[in-house]
C-alpha cells in the first residue's frame, strides 16, 4: 500500500525503513526479520490473526458512526460485514472453516472479544481524532521510521492518547516493557513530526479485559529512538555479512518457517539477488497479530 502524506522529514535520503513489527522481528530473531523482510515468505492465515482484523475493523468501522450509535449491539450488527469483506480482499481466509458451523464459533468467538472492549470503556465518550492513521518520519542518518496507529485520540486542549487494541491477553509485569515498546515507537514518530509528546499510551486487551497504561517522557522517547538506530547498524551489518541468526525460544512454536530454520534441522533459502531497498513497498502483512 503506498500512502502519501505530507509529513515533517527530520533527516535525509532515506537509507531504510522499520516499522514496529519489524523491529520486533528482529528483536525476537534475527532470522525471522530475514524470512520476513529480505526473503518476502508468505505467512500462512491462521484463525487467530485473521480474527485480530476483523475485530480491529469493526472497531473502526464503529468510530465512524456518530457517537450515540456506537453500541454493543451495532458493533456485532458489523461483524459479519467485516468478514465478508476481509475474504473478498484475501480469499485464502475463507479456507480456515471446514463449514458454516465452524465459522458461527469463530464469529462468536470475535463478538465475545467486541463485549470485552465495551467493559473497558464507553466508546460514546472517546474524542477519536484519527482510526488506522499511517504514520512516518525519517529520522537524521536516514533511518525512516513507519506504521500505522489503531487510533488517535485528541482532548479538547490538544492533548493526545495514543490507542492500540490487542485481541489476546495481557503480558506479566516482565514483559510490560516489551510490550510498551511498540506504543513507545509511535510517540516517537508523533513527537518527532508534530512536537508534541503524547500524554498517554494505552494498549487495550480484550482478550482478559486489562488496560495497561503508560505516560511517556521526553527521556523515554529519546532512548526509544536511540535503540531503533542501534538496531538499524546491527540490521545493516546482518545484511553486509549475510548473516542473520536464528533466537530460538517459546516463540518458535508459532513461527511459519521452521522448516526453513537451522536450530529446527532446516536450511535457510539462498541469499536473494537483490536485497529489498529502502524506498520497495513492504509487502502485505496482516497488522493485527494476536498478543499475549
Given amino acids: 500500500m503506498t500512502v502519501d502524506l505530507d509529513l515533517p522529514i527530520v ?8 516499522s514496529p513489527s519489524r523491529a520486533g522481528d528482529f528483536m525476537t530473531c534475527p532470522l525471522l526479520f530475514r524470512f520476513r523482510t529480505i526473503d518476502r515468505l508468505p505467512q500462512a492465515p491462521s484463525t487467530a490473526a485473521t480474527r485480530g482484523t476483523v475485530v ?6 464503529l468510530f465512524e458512526l456518530d457517537p450515540e450509535q456506537r453500541t454493543p449491539e451495532r458493533a456485532r450488527d458489523l461483524l459479519r460485514p467485516e468478514w465478508e469483506a476481509l475474504v473478498g480482499a484475501e480469499p485464502e481466509v475463507a479456507t480456515l472453516f471446514a463449514d458454516e458451523a465452524e465459522l458461527s464459533a469463530w464469529l462468536a468467538s ?4 467486541l463485549t470485552g472492549y465495551f467493559s473497558l470503556e464507553d466508546p460514546r465518550r472517546v474524542l477519536a481524532a484519527e482510526r488506522e492513521q499511517f504514520v512516518e518520519v525519517v529520522l537524521p542518518g536516514g533511518l525512516r521510521l513507519r506504521g500505522i496507529i489503531d487510533r488517535l485520540d485528541e482532548a479538547p486542549g490538544g492533548a493526545l492518547r495514543i490507542t492500540d487494541y490487542k485481541t489476546g491477553r495481557s503480558p ?4 510490560e516493557g516489551k510490550a510498551l515498546f511498540q506504543m513507545k515507537f509511535y510517540a516517537l514518530v508523533l513527537w518527532r513530526t508534530r512536537g508534541t509528546i503524547p500524554a498517554l499510551l494505552q494498549l487495550m486487551y480484550l482478550g482478559d479485559r486489562e488496560i495497561l ?5 521526553e527521556a523515554d522517547l529519546l532512548a526509544v529512538e536511540r535503540k531503533l538506530l542501534a538496531l538499524w547498524e546491527a540490521i545493516e551489518r546482518a545484511t553486509q555479512l549475510q548473516d542473520f541468526r536464528p533466537r530460538k525460544s517459546r516463540l518458535c512454536d508459532w513461527c511459519d518457517h521452521q522448516a526453513l530454520c537451522p536450530e529446527f534441522g532446516g536450511t535457510p533459502p539462498p541469499w536473494p539477488a537483490v536485497v529489498p531497498g529502502p524506498h520497495d513497498p513492504l509487502p502485505h502483512q496482516r497488522k493485527h497479530l494476536p498478543a499475549g
Fill in 172 to 175: 506479566g509485569e516482565a514483559f
Fill in 213 to 217: 497504561r503508560y505516560a511517556p517522557d
Fill in 56 to 61: 480491529h475493523s469493526v472497531l473502526e468501522r
Fill in 110 to 113: 470475535a463478538e465475545e472479544l
Fill in 11 to 18: 533527516g535525509s535520503p532515506v537509507v531504510g525503513s522499520l
